[in-house]
């Protein structure tokens, strides 16, 4: 069984640019997540979706967008980017809880994100 | 708001040495996940609790989770160099529609030969 793969895997961007990340869940998997990890703010929650449809929306201003679509690929875009955006964002997909019971995160290996 | 603090944050501790990692939160939750990340890859699920009094055993780690106390524990036995990595715990909302994980402040295990 395939893994959740995220591309790229690395990027480089200046800021005020755009970047669109991109997230293909494990196999049957409906639900997408997305999280920003960095240093001092450590690991934080975007949103999550599920069924094309953002169920869950973190804390962060209106620059960061997420959509998923009807095969349950997910992908985030960050507007007017800011030095403070550089991160890891990672991407997770998890079993319809009424089925698994729990909400088990599959992380993918990461989009690391760098503004100049 | 839920928040999620693990103590300590760094541990560095010598092989053959048990410790225990301490996950303490603030809202009712009968949910805890453990995640294991080594440097530079993603995170790794090790552990799903839930319900009180939840124990989980994988080799040299024991996690154990009571809901009264919002305490979660990692237990280390006879740390071994393959374990050095950092740890996290998560906790959810037992609500359905709520899928979002409140991770902690991660702790850094450095295992010393």
């Known amino acids: 069984k395939a893994g959740v793969t995220q591309t790229p895997r690395y990027l480089i961007k200046t800021r005020g640019q755009q970047v669109t990340l991109s997230c293909s869940p494990i196999s049957g998997h409906r639900s997408v997540s997305w999280y920003q990890q960095t240093p001092g703010q450590g690991l934080q929650f975007l949103f999550e979706y599920f069924s094309e449809t953002q169920r869950n929306k973190g804390n962060f201003p209106g620059r960061f967008s997420g959509r998923q679509f009807s095969n349950s690929r997910s992908e985030m875009n960050v507007s007017t980017l800011e030095l403070g955006d550089s991160a890891l964002y990672l991407c997770?997909?998890?079993?319809?809880?009424?089925?698994?019971?729990?909400?088990?995160?599959?992380f993918g290996a990461g989009s690391r994100l760098t503004v100049l | 708001e839920l928040k999620v603090e693990q103590n300590p944050l760094f541990l560095s501790m010598q092989e053959g040495k048990n410790y225990t990692i301490y996950c303490n939160y603030s809202?009712?939750?009968?949910?805890l996940y453990w995640y294991r990340q080594d440097p530079g890859k993603s995170l790794e699920s090790l552990f799903v609790?839930?319900?009180?009094?939840a124990v989980k055993q994988e080799g040299r780690l024991m996690a154990s989770l009571d809901t009264k106390a919002r305490l979660s524990t990692l237990h280390i036995t006879a740390a071994v160099h393959d374990l050095s990595a950092t740890y996290f715990c998560a906790v959810d909302m037992a609500n359905f529609g709520n899928e979002k994980l409140t991770f902690g402040t991660g702790t850094r295990l450095t295992i010393i030969p």
């Open positions: 809202t009712t939750s009968d949910r």
């Open positions: 609790l839930l319900s009180n009094g």
């Open positions: 997770a997909s998890s079993d319809d809880r009424a089925t698994a019971g729990a909400n088990v995160l599959t």
